[in-house]
């Protein structure tokens, strides 16, 4: 990939004027432009003559969600050679996770995409999907276009709260194939789910067009990793320099993830967007952190980067401390951007605390 391309995607910007959705306050908006970021892969430069045209995972959730067409201009792609990429691949993870995948290798296309779903997971409030895109209407050469996803499990909704590239864009002759996470609202799915996943809303050059729906249907299963994930509960509470109340309610860990719920409690006030961060080590001296996964005005998901931190696995704690900073950050950052923030932005909000964790 050229570096122009990349220059052109790190300078992208979203337009939230178009976005409906309520609930998206400004930290959400900014970690959604910073994960979107952070998953192009500066390192891929493979060549190729062809241009190259951007299709990336959807870093925008539950917009646009309504009546689901059936998937007239949808064919299945015979013949057509498209790369499989593993989740594990993406999410940096060497263990076996064929026990928690679904394998769907099935490619569809209308006139102008081909879209090929790889395999997904369903880590209680995420859904993780692979997938390989492949542009044909030769129109969208040269422009980068952004795939929303509509997600609905047993035939309803899933109001997807946000979504986010991970790990970055591997581009080869098959297209681009990414992995992308929707994040859902806090609530668990048990035993088979049927799946259905339309792409059809999208955006070129930042314009908004609906294409002809491109739909997935299957079935999977959320209970094999559900009782492989460790859940415990907390009971911590930090108090932001406006007056509102952080409490830290749920801690989860299984072979995909490991994140802290929390909720807010505003006290009465008006919400005073806030960036939150737990620093600490586990009991055997590794350093990690619990960054800003997901969120709204009331709860939000912290979560532990796995590709630059890893908790041993003999570890049997946990001790983190709460950081956090206000916005609109008053200095000298510009753009108050997520990426632009480094520890000595921080302030420390509550005393260490510990977590059991075997």
Do not use: H
Not at 8 to 37: A, P, R, S, V
Not at 218 to 224: A, I, V, Y
Request: charged share 30%; aromatic share 10%; net charge negative.
């Amino acid at each position: 990939m050229s570096k122009n391309i990349y220059d052109m995607l790190n300078d992208y910007n979203i337009n939230f004027d178009e976005l409906k959705e309520e609930g998206f306050n400004d930290i959400e908006k900014k970690k959604i432009k910073y994960n979107f970021k952070k998953s192009i892969n500066k390192e891929n430069k493979k060549s190729n003559k062809r241009k190259k045209t951007i299709i990336a995972a959807t870093f925008i959730g539950a917009l646009f969600i309504g009546f689901i067409g059936t998937d007239v201009g949808a064919t299945v792609v015979y013949g057509i050679k498209m790369a499989s990429y593993e989740i594990a691949t993406f999410l940096g993870i060497k263990k076996d996770l064929s026990s928690y995948k679904t394998v769907v290798n099935k490619t569809l296309s209308n006139y102008e995409l081909e879209i090929k779903l790889n395999e997904i997971i369903l880590d209680n409030d995420e859904l993780i999907i692979s997938s390989t895109f492949k542009p044909k209407d030769e129109k969208l050469e040269g422009k980068s276009i952004f795939l929303i996803p509509e997600v609905f499990v047993n035939g309803s909704s899933l109001g997807v709260t946000m979504a986010g590239g991970l790990g970055g864009i591997i581009i080869d002759d098959s297209g681009y194939s990414t992995a992308m996470e929707c994040s859902f609202k806090e609530e668990e799915y048990n035993g088979d789910l049927d799946i259905k996943i339309t792409y059809r809303d999208m955006f070129i050059n930042q314009e908004f067009k609906r294409t002809e729906p491109i739909t997935f249907e299957f079935t999977t299963s959320s209970e094999e990793l559900a009782n492989n994930t460790k859940k415990i509960e907390l009971n911590n509470t930090f108090t932001l320099a406006s007056g509102e109340e952080i409490k830290l309610n749920k801690y989860t860990s299984n072979v995909i993830s490991e994140k802290i719920y929390y909720s807010i409690d505003r006290k009465g006030k008006d919400e005073t967007p806030y960036y939150l961060k737990l620093k600490g080590q586990d009991n055997e001296g590794n350093k990690i952190a619990f960054t800003l996964s997901k969120g709204t005005s009331n709860w939000g998901v912290l979560k532990l980067d796995n590709k630059e931190y890893k908790i041993s696995e003999t570890a049997t704690s946990i001790t983190l401390a709460p950081y956090a900073i206000q916005f609109p950050i008053e200095n000298n950052k510009s753009d108050n951007n997520i990426e632009q923030i480094n520890d000595n932005d921080l302030t420390q909000i509550g005393e260490e605390f510990s977590i059991q964790i075997n």
